[in-house]
């Protein structure tokens, strides 16, 4: 791993999405949605709904919204969602790439688009930046509190079957192979609390923004988080140290 830390990146949005929970259920219910559509509505035997329904619970999102978005599946009048990934770079050439689910490709592309050449970026090709992530299971659980050193955290998350442990003074950051992401969360579950817990897109390499490009970046990032359609964005920016 390159020894960047990810949890600053989560800390530094923490505020902002907690500012925008109605808009997080809204998005975490279409996930909830497609993963039940394409998998069945069953969490026991679709893993990939179980997950969603994990990341909807560790948001907050009341039983009954999850339960909706579950029943909606299976009615022949749910919506029609596909899945779409832009991939372009942003202020200062830092690599972006967006995950999206809508019912309108059209609306969806024009409003991504728009956010990255209104904020100094550049919309790319499909595959321009995708090759600089790799798909990876990523869980944090935060040091303070907990009375366990790197050696038996080590231990333990090896034996948990993740691939990587980083430490700081702040948090133990995991990194598994997908495929093994819901087996390793589970098992560390049992013994300790964890902070985060998804499957993510970890950049290879990270780029500092330029101080002057900060404010344009930030924007950016925050115009794509903000739309109803976009699920997710990854980069791999980094912001200057004060």
Known sequence: MSG?????NIQGRKNAQDAKRGKVFQKLSREIYMAAKSGGPDPD???????????????????????????KSTGADGANYEEITYEGYGPGGVAVMVHALTDNRNRTASAVRADFTRNGGNLGESGSVSFMFDRQGYIAIAREGLDVDEDQMFEDVINAGAEDLQTSDDVFEIYTDPKDFAAVRDQLQKKYDLDTAELT??????VTVPENKVEQFEKMIDRLEDEDDVSAVYHAGELPEE
């Open 4 to 8: 960047h830390s990810k949890w600053n």
């Open 201 to 206: 897109m970890i950049p290879q390499n990270y």
């Open 45 to 71: 035997s679709n893993p990939q709904l179980r997950l969603m329904i994990d990341k909807a619970r560790a948001a907050n999102m009341p039983k009954d919204n999850i339960k909706r978005a579950v029943d």
